[in-house]
């Protein structure tokens, strides 16, 4: 199973992105589908997290408020929408694979390659 994120781009401060992330193959009930992201110089941070047998959603205190995340069980496919960008959101944006909620990276096996998104100010 490969993941690959999509949907990245250049946007204006305030503005919106829906990123998607598209699975190769069937994703199991029992998988939990997070995303992250990685500016420049930073560590990846865990930006909320699906799974994908109950649709529960799961997001840090950090961004809260700004994000939602949705499945489309026909695709194999998870998406992330940010609203009210800013540009200390500009990073390369991943999805990945686990199989239980959590915000470590480390916790997430299989990896899609990024997404750039770049918000200008």
């Known amino acids: 199973v490969q993941l690959q994120a999509s949907g990245g781009g250049l946007v204006q401060a305030g503005g919106s992105l829906r990123l998607s992330c598209a699975s190769s193959?069937?994703?199991?009930?029992?998988?939990?589908i997070g995303w992250f992201r990685q500016a420049p110089g930073k560590e990846r941070e865990f930006l909320g997290g699906?799974?994908?047998?109950?649709?529960?959603?799961f997001f840090p205190d950090s961004v809260k408020g700004r994000s939602t995340i949705s499945k489309d069980s026909a695709k194999n496919s998870v998406h992330l929408q940010i609203n009210s960008l800013k540009p200390e959101d500009t990073a390369v944006y991943f999805c990945a694979r686990g199989s239980h909620r959590d915000s470590n990276p480390g916790s997430y096996n299989i990896w899609g390659q990024g997404t750039q998104v770049t918000v200008s100010s």
């Open positions: 699906l799974t994908w047998g109950g649709g529960r959603i």
């Open positions: 193959g069937r994703i199991f009930s029992s998988s939990v």
